[in-house]
């Protein structure tokens, strides 16, 4: 019964539900991210799993003990905070020491566990330079290093790349991905940037108004988003409306059948919308006709060098198709074209 | 747990700053003249006797006189020396500031014994004149420090953003400026306003025998007998002083104004 | 704001209308102040001009010497319980909610802008016989009696701790609001239990806050003038309670005058000292 147990968790601050019933189970060793847009609990569900916030409904179990009643210092957890939060007054080593000085580690013990540290984040030598000398990235490090010194059962981390310029943040996503996965700890990490998600979790939540969305890896999430806000969420998305036509998956956009692999149930007569990812959509010059195949109208074309972007109108909906310069359909703006939809490439979503 | 802990040293210390007061308050209730608590007969005769016995209403208008003259005096002295200081960068920059808040920092009697020599030697000690300017400085110290306060929380790109929209010194100080301070005058000014009305030393030793301010009038009961009209007097300074802060706290942001961030 | 210079009479002139003030009704007080306390007294009147240091010297003596020592003692003990209490109260106070911290902050503003008479006063009554706190003691069947507990060192230290809570909560309340919250919730995810997060990371990282507070504290408490009179014998008046004697009812204003340089000069050596503290700590940072 290892691993980490989210137990219908609700949080509210006076009137406000900032986690509303979160039930999640997740095994040992994993990379977890929790996406969101900001204000969708995330960083709340982190803070009652640390023990910073004491859940209002719920329990949190961790390797089959409850652990919501212990707090926050008692836990064994290691966090890495959105502002780093490395203590000014002490120097890099002394801030890495800090857990184990508590847990009574003599001088030798602190010196040669912090020297390790320092050599797996790759910071060899710096134990007494001060934090004030340090720059963005190699806080970063350290704020990892003091986190994992004291053997945590979990590693968690708030937005840590946030603070990081853009080359940086891809740099240490793979970092961390490859730290993870030499440590095996599991490790939960908070973060608005999809693309961060896709790269470094092996279990991706995406949350949303309090409430988990979807749970699932990120190339699941991708492919099968459950509703409209994950597939415009995670990756950009088109989306299009219709009614389902039967039960064989069938949806009828504007008059015009469009097959697709549904596995749900659908009741036929209801609203349904079909999600399908840019680079699955295929531009056809000129009017066809065929299956999934519909009439559509060029407004923009993006030729951005490494991909060609071309916006369409179809159906009253704004369609995005991505091609690469070698696959590029011979369409202008202003032209009237064709659409067409491969059926194993379409999402059914419920409306 | 800890939060439990926290919260009763909080509630024990906050206990501790309201048991005089409760004392007191109980004190100014009492029916006959006597200090009595917890108070017997208990009556609001005494602040009927504050408002009605004219001694006590002529030092009640003094101590009103002087506090509102001599607030806005150290407002207006306070407001274009922190402005300054703000708006260039001055060698003796340090100096001044420290000239502005000398008066308050150090000791009382200090201030109040350089301000009685003067004025004698001037010709005006015992002149209420001479009580509001000597307050006006007193209390400079009290807008300065919230006036600089408010200047330094202003965003300096706001400034420049409206610089480069056209607008010149001057509309940047009508516009942006003094509307994101107001707050902070305000404060200032009440601020020495209340204080000025509770304030003793300076009051007595400068004309403290020609003009009776409250506090002086409560220090000579305190000499020559009891009436419980102290108490009350006491107790209307407390709320006076809760009334003002609350109003403060009301329309304003009162953490910001003693120097917290702003509300993220 | 800028780094401009002012330029030109018209820029320097929004200074010189405060800098006048400020110099007129201070620095030359001050002036005037410093030449009386070489002055010689005449009775009757206030003083007349002269040049003898019988002042400072009178300053010197046993008994002035002693006052020195207990307004130095009294001050600085004050100013240590002060502090120890305002430090986690402040503390515990800014890690509340903004809407909680207002009411609190409004009633310690109320406190603060109440008199050293208004305190003395309310003091003495809590600490008398028929009017004070043993009353209630007796009532609640712990004392036999009701007891005086003032004038006494112990009233007077009270006295002074009540008058300088407010003031150093407000010292303390900026620096310890700034704190980035994130700090001491680091510490508590390292295992540190609160108690110990506060001594090692908020009391350390506030260092030169909380100097300055006992600096700032320690001078305020020179300058009770009144509490030592109302809630102590004339064995525990402080200097300032013997400047205001002398110079109002002794009639000696030069004797006052030095007394009043001395401790003038005292007060500006540590208010330096807060200051050189608060410019160091820019550096490091």
């Known amino acids: 019964m290892s691993g980490l147990r989210i137990d219908h968790v609700g949080k509210s601050f006076g009137m406000f539900e900032a986690l509303k019933d979160i ?22 569900l982190l803070r009652v799993i640390a023990g910073l916030e004491t859940p209002t409904r719920g329990r949190i179990l961790l390797d089959g003990t409850d652990i919501s009643g212990l707090p926050a210092h008692r836990r064994n957890l290691g966090m890495v905070f959105q502002s780093l939060a490395l203590f000014p007054h002490l120097t890099v080593g002394e801030n890495i020491a800090y857990g184990l000085r508590i847990r009574g580690a003599d001088q030798a013990t602190r010196r040669r566990k912090t020297e390790e540290l320092l050599d797996l984040v790759r910071l060899p030598g710096t134990a007494d330079r001060q934090i004030s000398q340090l720059s963005g990235g190699q806080r970063q490090r350290v704020a990892i290093a003091r986190a994992l010194a004291i053997d945590p059962k979990l590693f968690l981390l708030d937005e840590p790349l946030s603070a990081l310029d853009a080359k940086l943040r891809e740099t240490m ?103 399908i990812r840019p680079e699955e959509v295929l531009v056809h010059p000129g009017t066809e006709t065929g299956p999934n195949h519909l009439p559509a109208k060029v407004t923009f074309v993006r030729d951005l060098g490494a991909s060609v972007e071309i916006m369409l109108e179809c159906s009253g909906r704004e369609i995005l198709a991505v091609s690469s310069p070698r696959t590029r359909p011979a369409v202008d703006t202003g032209d009237a074209v064709t659409i067409e939809l491969p059926p194993a490439a379409c999402v059914v979503l419920a409306s | 747990m800890s939060r439990l802990g926290s919260k009763l040293f909080m509630g024990l210390v906050l206990l501790f700053l309201a048991g005089p007061l409760i004392v007191v308050a109980g004190v100014s209730l009492n029916g006959a003249q006597q200090l009595l608590f917890p108070p017997r007969d208990p009556s609001l005769r005494w602040y009927a006797e504050l408002f009605n016995q004219p001694d006590w209403l002529n030092a009640m208008g003094n101590s009103l006189l002087i506090a509102f003259t001599s607030a806005a005096l150290a407002v207006l002295i306070a407001f274009p020396l922190a402005w300054f200081l703000w708006r260039y960068r001055v060698r003796y920059g340090s100096v001044l500031y420290g000239l502005g808040v000398a008066p308050f920092t150090l000791p009382p009697v200090i201030t109040a014994l350089g301000f009685l020599v003067f004025w004698v030697s001037v010709g005006l000690y015992g002149s209420i004149v001479a009580t509001i300017v000597s307050h006006a400085i007193f209390f400079v110290t009290l807008p300065l420090v919230t006036i600089t306060l408010g200047l330094n929380s202003i965003d300096r790109q706001v400034v420049e953003a409206a610089t480069t929209m056209g607008a010149d010194e001057r509309k940047v100080f009508t516009t942006i400026i003094l509307p994101l301070i107001r707050p902070y005058l305000i404060s200032g000014y009440a601020f020495a306003f209340v204080l000025s009305l509770n304030e003793y030393i300076v009051a007595y030793m400068v004309s403290g025998f020609t003009v009776e301010t409250l506090p002086i009038k409560i220090f000579n009961s305190l000499r020559y007998g009891y009436t419980p009209v102290m108490a009350v007097v006491a107790v209307v300074f407390m709320l006076f002083a809760a009334l003002v802060f609350g109003l403060i706290a009301r329309f304003g942001d009162l953490p910001k104004l003693l120097g917290a961030w702003s509300k993220d | 704001m800028t780094t401009e210079r002012p330029h030109g009479l018209m820029a320097h002139l929004p200074m010189l209308w405060p800098a006048g003030m400020l110099v007129l009704f201070f620095v030359v007080p001050f002036g005037i102040m410093l030449a009386v306390s070489f002055f010689h007294q005449v009775q009757g009147a206030f003083f007349e001009p002269a040049f003898e240091l019988d002042n400072y010297g009178r300053f010197v003596s046993a008994f002035f010497g002693r006052a020195l020592l207990f307004s130095l003692w009294i001050s600085i003990l004050s100013a240590a319980i002060v502090v120890a209490v305002a430090f986690p109260f402040t503390y515990f106070l800014t890690r509340l909610r903004r809407r909680a911290q207002v009411p609190i902050l409004v009633f310690i503003l109320a406190v603060l802008s109440l008199s050293e008479v208004i305190i003395g006063f309310s003091w003495s009554t809590l600490l008398s016989r028929n009017a004070g706190l043993s009353n209630v003691m007796v009532w609640l069947g712990m004392l036999p009696r009701p007891v005086a507990w003032t004038p006494s060192f112990g009233a007077l230290l009270m006295g002074m701790c009540y008058l300088g809570f407010p003031y150093t909560v407000l010292i303390v309340y900026p620096a310890m609001s700034r704190l980035d919250p994130e700090l001491p919730e680091a510490s508590r995810m390292l295992g540190a239990s609160p108690f110990r997060t506060f001594f090692t990371i908020v009391v350390p990282v506030l260092k030169t806050s909380l100097m300055g507070a006992v600096i700032m504290v320690f001078v305020f408490n020179l300058g009770a003038f009144l509490l030592p009179q109302v809630l102590g014998r004339p064995p525990h008046w402080t200097l300032s309670v013997h400047i205001t004697d002398q110079a109002v009812f002794q009639s000696n204003i030069p004797f006052a005058a030095a007394m009043a340089i001395f401790l003038m000069l005292f007060s500006l050596a540590f208010i330096g000292l807060t200051l050189v503290l608060g410019a160091s700590r820019e550096a490091p940072r």
């Open chain 1, 23 to 44: 039930d999640l189970d997740f095994p040992d060793g994993k990379f977890i991210c929790l996406l969101g847009p900001s204000g969708c609990g995330k960083t709340t």
């Open chain 1, 173 to 275: 996503q793979v970092e961390l991905k490859l730290l993870q996965k030499r440590l095996g700890i599991s490790t939960i990490v908070v973060t608005h940037d999809q693309r961060e998600a896709l790269t470094m979790a092996d279990i991706v939540v995406v949350m949303n108004h309090a409430e988990v969305q979807q749970v699932g890896s990120p190339l699941d999430i991708y492919r099968n988003p459950v509703n409209a806000f994950v597939a415009d969420f995670i990756g950009s998305s088109n989306l299009l409306t219709g009614v389902v036509g039967g039960e064989d998956g069938v949806i009828i956009v504007d008059g015009l059948p469009v097959q697709t692999e549904a596995g749900r149930a659908l009741v036929r007569g209801t609203k349904a919308s079909i999600s």
